[in-house]
C-alpha cells in the first residue's frame, strides 16, 4: 500500500475497495468473459447450423466459469495476453480450453462468433458500470441524502440569518437550507433513472456484415437486440466499430452534477462551521493542527471537496473524449475507458466524508440567535410590503433610508420608526409583531 502511485490503492483503498468488483482489470476480464459466455449460450437456441442446443446442466456449467471466476482464472488469461497481446482474443483463447473440458469442441468457433472485441468490451465496461450503480454508488448516495434529511426534521424552523452576496438578508430556517440539498440531488437522481444504458453489438464496423452473411436467413438485428436486452441493456442500432458512449457521457454528466451540488454544500456547511453556527465533536487522541493545540478543523467537509473536484475533472474528461473517435475508430477510448472506476472511487471516497464530518457536527444556536439579534434591519422587507398593501408612499425608500449601509440597527431603530408611521394602531402592531425570529416564511 505504501508504494501505491494512487491514493484509491494506498491511503484510501479500505474506502473503496468495493468498487474493485465492478472497476478492476479482474473484474473487467470477468464481465468480459460472462458476455462471451451468455452470447454463446444464445447462440446455442437458434439452430445454427453446426451448432447444437446445450442441456441445461451444461449451461449451469458454462455459467460457473464467470460466476465462479477466480484470480487465478483472470491471471491465465493475462498469461495468454503476453502471446496475443490482445486482452480480448485472450479470453476468447482462455474458453475455448474451457469448453474442451465441457466435451464442447464441436462447437469452439461459435464463441465469440461474428463479434469483434468492442462487442465485447462496449457491453462490459456497460455492465461494469451499471452493476456498480446499483450495487455501490447508488447505496452509499442514499446514505448521504437521508443524513441530510435527518438535519432537515432535526433542525425544521430553526431561524437562521440568511446572506445573499454574504450580506445579512432575510431570515429562513436551517432545516430549509438542508432541504434545499436534498432536493436538488433527488432531482438530480429522478434524471439519472431515466438515462438508460447501452451497448454496442453490431460486429466489426456495426453492421453485423459477419452474422448476415453467415446465416442469412434470420434477422440478426432483432436477435442481437434480444440478447443485449436480456443483459439488461439497451442495444445502440447505428454504430460504428465501437460505442459512440453519448449514453456513458449523459450518465457521467449527471454524476458530475450530482459532485457540484455536494461541492456547494460541503462549503456551506465549512461556512457555517467557520460562523461558529456550528461546533464539531472532539475525537479523542485526534489532533487538528501540530501547531495549534486548539483546532478542531472541517478536515471532513474539505477532503470531501477535493475528492468531487477530481472525480468531475476525470468525468469531465470521459464525457469529452468518449464521444469523439476517428472515422470508424480509433484506439483512445480503450485506455480512457480503464479509468472509468477512479472517479466513481473519489465519488465514494467523498461521500463517506460527508457522512463521517456530518455526524460530528453540534448546532450552535445561541450564535444563530445573537447573528439574528444584531441585524434586525433584514425585517424592513416585511415592513415596507405591509406598508405597501396600506398604500402608503414611497416605503422602500422609507425603509432604505433607515437601514442601508448603516453598521447597526436594533430593535428600538425598528419600533421607533414603526412609530412615526401614520398607520392606524392594528397596523403598527401587527408589524411591531415581526422580528427576525418569527419573519422565516413557510419553512
Not at 454574504?166 to 434545499?180: D, I, N
Not at 469523439?324 to 467523498?350: C, E, K, M, Y
Not at 398593501?389 to 422609507?398: H, L, M, Q, S, T
Amino acid at each position: 500500500m505504501l508504494s501505491a502511485i494512487s491514493p484509491i490503492d494506498g491511503r484510501y483503498s479500505s474506502k473503496v475497495s468495493e468498487l474493485a468488483n465492478y472497476f478492476s482489470e479482474q473484474a473487467l476480464i470477468q464481465y468480459r468473459v460472462k458476455v462471451e459466455v451468455e452470447y454463446y449460450i444464445f447462440l446455442c437456441d437458434l439452430g445454427l447450423k453446426n451448432l447444437s442446443s446445450v442441456d441445461e446442466d451444461t449451461i449451469q456449467s458454462l455459467r460457473s466459469i464467470y460466476v465462479d471466476f477466480t484470480e487465478s482464472d483472470g491471471r491465465s488469461i493475462k498469461d495468454i495476453e503476453k502471446t496475443t497481446n490482445h486482452d480480448v482474443k485472450a479470453v476468447e483463447y482462455f474458453l475455448k480450453e474451457k469448453m474442451k473440458a465441457l466435451g464442447l469442441e464441436s462447437s469452439l468457433e461459435f464463441i465469440h462468433f461474428g463479434l469483434t472485441s468492442q462487442d465485447i468490451n462496449n457491453t462490459a465496461f456497460p455492465l461494469m458500470i451499471k452493476d456498480a450503480l446499483t450495487a455501490s454508488y447508488r447505496p452509499a448516495l442514499k446514505d448521504v441524502i437521508n443524513r441530510i434529511e435527518v438535519f432537515v426534521e432535526e433542525f425544521k424552523g430553526i431561524p437562521l440569518l440568511a446572506r445573499t452576496h454574504g450580506q445579512p438578508a432575510s431570515p429562513t430556517t436551517l432545516g430549509k437550507e438542508f432541504k434545499v440539498f436534498s432536493e436538488r440531488i433527488t432531482s438530480q437522481i429522478a434524471l439519472l433513472d431515466k438515462l438508460p444504458i447501452k451497448s454496442k453489438f453490431g460486429g466489426a464496423t456495426g453492421n453485423i456484415n459477419a452474422h448476415k452473411v453467415t446465416f442469412p436467413d434470420k434477422d440478426w438485428i432483432a436477435l442481437n437486440n434480444s440478447f443485449i436486452e436480456s443483459l439488461g441493456l439497451i442495444r445502440m442500432q447505428t454504430t460504428t466499430q465501437i460505442a459512440h458512449y453519448d449514453h456513458l457521457a449523459a450518465i457521467f454528466d449527471n454524476i458530475k452534477r450530482i459532485n457540484t451540488i455536494l461541492i456547494d454544500f460541503c462549503r456551506d456547511i465549512w461556512t457555517y462551521i467557520s460562523m461558529d453556527y456550528f461546533k464539531q465533536k472532539v475525537i479523542a487522541n485526534e489532533v487538528g493542527s501540530s501547531a495549534m493545540p486548539h483546532k478542531v478543523n472541517p478536515i471532513d467537509f474539505e477532503n470531501a471537496e477535493g475528492n468531487l473536484g477530481i472525480a468531475n475533472a476525470i468525468f469531465a474528461h470521459l464525457t469529452e473524449k468518449l464521444p469523439i473517435s476517428r472515422l470508424q475508430r480509433d484506439l483512445t477510448d480503450s485506455t480512457v475507458l480503464r479509468n472509468v472506476g477512479v472517479p466513481f472511487a473519489h465519488t465514494l471516497i467523498a461521500f463517506k466524508s460527508i457522512l463521517k464530518g456530518s455526524n460530528k457536527l453540534l448546532l450552535n444556536q445561541p450564535k444563530l440567535q445573537a447573528d439574528l439579534e444584531a441585524n434586525w434591519a433584514v425585517v424592513a422587507e416585511a415592513i415596507q410590503n405591509i406598508m405597501r398593501r396600506e398604500g402608503y408612499p414611497k416605503p422602500y425608500e422609507a425603509l432604505k433610508s433607515l437601514t442601508r449601509g448603516k453598521s447597526s440597527i436594533t430593535q428600538k431603530d425598528i419600533h421607533d420608526f414603526i412609530a412615526t408611521l401614520e398607520l392606524g394602531k392594528e397596523i403598527k402592531e401587527e408589524l411591531l409583531a415581526i422580528t427576525p425570529f418569527n419573519y422565516i416564511g413557510y419553512y
